[in-house]
């Protein structure tokens, strides 16, 4: 019976040593005090503290070549990833030790001075033993690695309260205080997480917090379960992993060398398991703060990756190439000008804004003050935001409804502009020529004339005037840019394809993927060995009016949950979008599949009905425009290799602007998903959205099409049964073997069936905002009873037909005579 354990010691033993070299390896469960009185403990002893579980390892890390840090690692991985550094500024070398001087731990380096020292603990009543606990913790008589020194990482049951700070890993090996870097620390004033920058001492700069958590936490906690606090009643976006409640889960919250701070997660076991993203606090990442350097313009690339770009006037930086130098000192030059960047916002050193007022005299300022580098505007409101000083934390969005004025000197001036589009062209969208014909009667007086040149101007004067308004009004005209400029778009956008590349990726299209609603959907690899997932649109009435809104609004959407679209080819008539590719198909293929013995978890499927959920509720109340999916079914979910849900296929997608309407007179979706106001003539909201994924968890729960029976409606049958009856179990697919017996299981399966019987309700005034319902799925709010949802029927007669079909699925076809509006309002309980 001894020899497993044996193997697992000396295994476990070879993870923690990694690429040591020198005699073998020896692990420990504990240190005693004696050994580090006496010799200490140096790098090159090949001892190592293990602890009981075997999850985590502690000794000397090579950080890099022969320099150490005393530091606890992942001892079930085989990159070795840290979990915790002692000596954080001033890595050691191989004759440098570990020893306890004056009830103190402390690190010498190998000229025996020391470079870290824990706290005095000097109770001699407790065991002077030094330990390294399941959770990770460091354990020496009352001090605690956890409590008293947090580094960079927050790990489950870890207390993170007011005062502690987690700092970035630097580019040495080394973490914070030294050049740029980042922290973590809850504020004692708000109780909120926050995030700053620190910039290099020498530049005497304050840090600055660029993001907040919205929730408050009076102490902040993770817990196993990818919860930041299961105690408190989220008020905001709460904290927590996409892969929520998963089980043999290891998680650890960590802030990154780019400021980000992450959520990671992997499996205990394998050792070759990849450590997986499932929170980040900024999406935008450009948003963060340093970025990039002084004077330079963050910008994502194709792989949503930051890059940065010098503006006009501006050169990269022989020092650093995340910086730009200007090519003239403007406090010495007498003729400068002024370049406009679109979409981009900078900070300066000092700020000042003031209230709307002509553009001309925001010029006129900052020409005449040296101190001026540039000036924002505000597109929105007509605020001058001048900056003065170094410009940093350039970044480029469509989000920034702000045109920068940069000042430079005036011979820079034709320099190739990367950040100017469609505004520039806007302020001359419709000249207006006047042409007035000589009157029949040959009395061509001086007064006649007058008058009519009058009538003219004051019409023209009004003409210019409304056309002005109308801009500053709508907004929405500022993405006609992203339109009608598609096939010049800005590098932080999708990538423009051409039809040969796109045919030879895909080996002439001839590994097919499947037939999409708009046409055939194929496999290919780009030259960089991405693999991708080519939309070939074919045969569409209205098909530019689609390709153009994928084009120009899921190229600029970002979220974890949905399918990310790399690029687009319009060439002729060619009309192809280009997306990731997802390796594991859709959710149908695994949901209701008959063959084979395995049967998709209870756990994995709640945990897609979440992130669907998420994503759902991104497009509908997140994006700056509203998008509406229109055909949510387990065809259009993707799932990743790690099982993590990805919505697809917004060919049927309508945008429509905020406070407007969009009259369609065709129903969009697929037999069993269509909301009940598609036949009634009623106003179609985003509600239609939640009623197509109500009846998707009632696939997901049963393992079944919801469209098997002419005289059954799946909702009426999930409502006795659950709400009733009280008999959950009876709606849970046959094939999960023990879910009955796990209580916590079948309440949330009783909670996924109510939550998708309120999506159901026939009346889309009685449905939750798909925001409501992401929160009733991860149990963030309590779950009344629902009423009993009923199959409607129109004043024509019987409507059930339209959502019976045995092949389960099938796209409806277009229904002419039907003038139904779209619309954002109407009025909902919730």
């Known amino acids: 019976m001894a020899a497993p354990w044996v193997l697992l010691v000396i295994f476990m033993a070879m993870i ?47 950080v890099t070549p022969n320099r150490y840090a005393f530091a606890v690692w992942y001892a079930n991985d085989s990159d070795r990833t840290l979990a915790w550094m002692a000596n954080l500024t001033s890595l050691v070398g191989a004759n440098s030790s570990l020893t306890l001087q004056n009830a103190a731990l402390s ?15 000097p109770n001699s009543k407790y065991a002077m033993d030094l330990i390294l606990q399941d959770a990770g913790n460091m354990v020496f008589n009352q001090w605690e690695s956890f409590k008293d020194f947090p580094t960079f990482n927050l790990l489950p049951t870890q207390d993170f309260t007011a005062g502690d700070v987690l700092q970035s890993r630097l580019a040495n090996g080394t973490y914070g205080r030294d050049g740029n870097y980042y922290s973590l620390s809850l504020q004692k004033e708000t109780s909120k997480l926050s995030l700053f920058y620190y910039r290099n001492k020498e530049e005497g700069r304050e840090p600055k917090w660029y993001w907040q958590s919205e929730d408050s936490f009076p102490i902040a906690t993770m817990t196993d379960s990818g919860y930041l606090n299961t105690s408190i009643i989220s008020t905001g976006t709460p904290i927590m992993a996409s892969d929520r409640g998963k089980m043999g889960i290891l998680r650890r919250l960590t802030l990154n060398r780019d400021g980000n701070l992450r959520m990671y997660s992997r499996k205990r076991n394998p050792p070759s398991s990849s450590w997986v993203v499932v929170w980040e606090a900024i999406l935008a990442h450009c948003k963060i703060h340093g970025a990039c350097g002084e004077n330079a313009v963050c910008k994502v690339n194709s792989a949503w990756k930051p890059i940065c770009q010098c503006p006009p006037g501006f050169d990269p930086s022989p020092v650093d190439n995340r910086s730009c130098k200007p090519h003239n000192d403007i406090k010495e030059l007498t003729n400068v000008t002024f370049v406009t960047l679109d979409y981009v ?13 002509i553009l001309q005299d925001c010029i006129d300022f900052c020409r005449t003050n040296t101190s001026c580098v540039g000036f924002a505007y505000n597109l929105d409101n007509g605020n001058c935001v001048y900056q003065f000083g170094k410009l940093i934390n350039g970044y480029w969005s469509p989000e920034a409804h702000t045109r920068m004025y940069l000042k430079i000197s005036a011979s820079s001036e034709e320099a190739p502009n990367l950040f100017q589009g469609m505004l520039s062209v806007l302020e001359n969208v419709c000249p207006m020529l006047v042409k007035i014909s000589s009157p029949n009667d040959s009395d061509h007086t001086t007064e006649y004339i007058i008058i009519i040149w009058s009538f003219a101007g004051a019409e023209l004067l009004c003409g210019v005037y409304f056309f002005y308004a109308f801009l500053r009004k709508y907004s929405k005209f500022r993405d006609m840019d992203r339109l009608l400029m598609s096939g010049i778009l800005p590098s932080g956008g999708p990538k423009q394809f051409s039809y040969a590349e796109l045919k030879a990726a895909t080996n002439n299209f001839s590994n097919k993927l499947g037939e999409g609603g708009f046409g055939p959907v194929y496999r290919g690899v780009l030259g960089d060995q991405r693999q991708i997932a080519v939309k070939k649109l074919e045969g569409l009435h209205h098909g530019e009016k689609q390709f153009w809104a994928e084009v120009s609004i899921i190229g600029r959407i970002h979220h974890l ?10 060439e002729g008539e060619h009309r192809l979008l280009v997306y990731e590719y997802i390796p594991n198909g859709s959710l149908e293929k695994h949901l209701f599949k008959t063959e084979g013995a395995t049967v998709m978890e209870w756990g994995v499927r709640y945990r897609i009905a979440l992130g669907v959920a998420r994503a759902i509720a991104y497009l509908h109340e997140e994006c700056l425009e509203w998008v509406l999916h229109c055909d949510i079914k387990p065809e259009n979910i993707l799932v990743d290799a790690n099982f993590c849900p990805k919505v697809s296929d917004f060919g049927l997608a309508k945008l429509v602007e905020k406070d407007c309407s969009l ?17 009634q003539s009623n106003l179609i909201t985003a509600k239609v959205d939640v009623y197509s994924f109500g009846m998707v968890l009632f696939e997901m729960v049963s393992g079944k099409r919801n469209l098997t029976d002419n005289e059954f409606y799946f909702p009426e049958w999930a409502f006795q049964k659950v709400v009733v009856e009280g008999k959950p179990e009876e709606v849970v697919d046959k094939r999960l073997n023990g879910i009955r017996e796990n209580r916590s299981e079948m309440e949330a399966v009783r909670r996924v069936v109510k939550t998708a019987l309120w999506c159901s309700q026939s009346r889309a005034e009685e449905r939750p905002s798909m925001g409501k319902v992401a929160k009733m799925l991860d149990g963030s709010i309590e779950i009344e009873d629902p009423p009993k949802p009923s199959l409607f029927e129109d004043a024509g007669g019987s409507l059930q037909s339209l959502f019976q079909d045995t092949g389960g699925g099938s796209q409806l076809p277009s229904y002419s005579g039907m003038n139904t509006s779209i619309t954002r309002s109407g009025l909902s309980r919730f």
């Open 16 to 62: 923690c040593v990694g690429e040591s070299e020198g005699e073998g390896p020896k692990t420990v469960s504990r240190l005693s005090s004696a050994l580090l009185n006496s010799s200490g403990w140096k790098p090159n002893d090949n001892t190592y503290l293990v602890s009981s579980d075997g999850t985590f390892c502690a000794g000397f890390y090579n």
């Open 345 to 357: 916002n900078f900070e300066g050193w000092n700020s000042t804004q003031v209230q709307p007022t």
């Open 663 to 679: 009259n369609v007179s065709k129903i969009r979706g697929t037999r069993g998903y269509l909301a009940p106001e598609w036949f």
């Open 561 to 570: 949950n949905l399918v990310r679209m790399w690029g687009f080819c319009a």
């Open 107 to 121: 690190i010498s380096d190998e000229h025996g001075a020391i470079v870290w020292r824990s706290k005095v603990t």
